[in-house]
């Protein structure tokens, strides 16, 4: 079973894919809409030429990219669907379902060696070089150039990067101790992984918690405090950068407080880079927002996201097929969609029928930001987080903090008291 | 029958390589970089970064201490956006 919409558009828009109209609900992300569509085949790799769809839906891979009004390589997972939008397929001869490049892969089950393929007879070496010059990368160059407009520069005391629930509860903290407060986020709406969570999440509390970071946003948005949309990118020329879909914006802040969350990354699987396989954080969201990624689903990992969605697949009817660790899934059946789960059984494997499956792995923080400010990024729980004390969110560099989960700290027990403490140091830091 | 296991989709470097790579002594995430180009593609290591450690892992490589250098922008930028920065006169 394709993906599917569990209700009809209520807001119709066309876009056009490939030259074929594919129907869209206004501003939802260009990719659900080809998810719904067309499935789960979207392009191919760079190498291999590889199929490939979505699997974050967190602007974390590479796998919804398309050229979208001659533009190459946008995000579909993060771009706003709006009538007229031309997509088109990259990186293939031929088409994403007949890429004749992906004879690569066939020819080259174990994999190309670039550092030893036809490097000994010169004249071979630069043939090779220059087809694979001709075929590589992603994407190629706009129609015309970017429209472009000014940088902005916003002056404030505490930069917040991240309003997921710890960068709200610390920028709203903040902001009553009268710290001019500024929280970021890449997504266009407020509450981090609330707002995609499954029920059963932070054992069951996760819709209080998602009431009380709403309550953070509203008011925070009144005072203007609150950047939705806008990508913290890094430090540059003693100002930190943040983008938004149409400028930069430059910001001058005393300190900074990074809340960015977690992200699971790839499952260890073969054939786990197919389109249908998709990570827990991006089979949620899909959920949340009324597509039906599948109809029997294979979950290879463990933890509190697998829990709270197998739950989530109990209440919406939708067969869990199987629960295996990632050492006991073998393999992937299906070329460019996914048919089944080879999985370990005994002394031998078994298959698995299934339309999709998400793969949840020990998360990761969202560290790279922390890091270019001059955070410590250590191994520790199965995963990288940015050390910053359980306390007062302070990380080695000076004015740098880190709150809530990218810190390590995973319960809101443990979020509420490390905010507190984080808030008062800041306050004073800042005065 | 058997499928490549992709740790990093971005550049298609496989499980398979990262083992090459650590049997050729490329045993620590900076030198398996390197070698491979696991992490230096679209998504700069953010989705295949943990992949890799626990692929090390099993294939006697070494438990990292630090991930490697994130470097700026956090995601790709277009460059006509990054020219609308000032930059101060002699820099």
Known sequence: ?431 | MSDKLIVCRCEDVSAHDLEEAVQRGYRDLESVKRFTGLGTGWCQGKHCLSACVRTLARTGGETPHAPFTPRPPFHPVPLARLATIDVEDGE
Not at chain 1, 224 to 245: Q, V
Request: charged share 25%.
């Open chain 1, 1 to 431: 079973m394709a993906p599917r919409r569990e209700r009809s558009i209520d807001r119709k828009v066309r876009l056009v894919v490939d030259g074929r109209p594919v129907d869209a609900e206004e501003g939802e992300p260009i990719a659900s809409a080809l998810l719904a569509a067309n499935g789960w085949l979207f392009s191919r790799s760079v190498k291999y030429h590889r199929p490939r769809g979505p699997a974050c839906f967190a602007r974390e891979c590479d796998g919804c990219l398309m050229r979208v009004d001659g533009v190459p390589d946008v995000m579909t997972c993060a771009t706003a669907a709006r009538d007229g939008m031309r997509i088109e397929t990259q990186n293939v001869v031929g088409s994403a379902q007949t890429d004749l490049l992906s004879a690569t892969d066939w020819f080259f089950p174990e994999g190309i060696n670039h550092h030893e393929l036809l490097t000994k007879f010169r004249p071979l070496n630069r043939a090779m070089q220059s087809m694979a010059r001709r075929v590589a990368g992603i994407g190629t160059l706009p129609d015309s150039p970017m429209t472009v407009l000014d940088a902005e520069r916003l002056l404030c005391e505490v930069l917040v990067v991240g309003a997921g629930p710890c960068g709200l509860a610390i920028a709203d903290k903040l902001r009553r101790l009268g710290v001019d407060a500024v929280v970021l986020d890449e997504a266009n709406d407020a509450g981090g992984h609330l707002r995609f969570a499954p029920a059963r999440l932070h054992d069951g509390q996760k819709g209080a918690l998602q009431k009380t970071a709403e309550l953070a946003a509203a008011g925070l948005d009144g005072d203007g405090a609150l950047r939705l949309g806008t990508s913290a990118i890094g430090f540059f020329h003693d100002a930190w950068l943040a983008s938004t879909d149409e400028k930069l914006v430059a910001i001058d802040a005393r300190a900074v407080v990074f809340a960015t969350g977690m992200r699971e990354g790839a499952g260890l699987v073969a054939g786990g880079d197919r389109p249908g396989v998709l990570t827990a954080r991006a089979f949620s969201r899909l959920l949340t927002s009324g597509i039906v990624p599948a109809k029997r689903v294979a979950f290879v990992g463990g933890g509190a996201w697998s829990d709270a969605l197998v739950s989530e697949c109990e209440s919406r009817g939708i067969e869990v097929a199987r629960r295996v660790r990632e050492a006991d899934a073998v393999r992937v059946i299906g070329r460019a969609k996914v048919r089944g789960l080879e999985v370990r059984a005994g002394e031998g494997t078994a298959s698995v029928d299934c339309d999709a499956v998400v793969t949840c792995s020990p998360p990761s923080a969202v560290f790279e930001t922390a890091a270019q400010a001059g955070a410590s990024v250590a191994f520790h729980s199965n995963g990288f987080f940015v050390e910053a004390t359980a306390h007062d969110g302070a990380t080695g560099a000076p004015h740098v903090f880190a709150v809530g989960e990218c810190s390590g700290v995973r319960t809101p027990i443990g979020w509420s008291a490390q905010i507190e403490g984080a808030a008062a140091r800041i306050a004073k830091e800042v005065r």
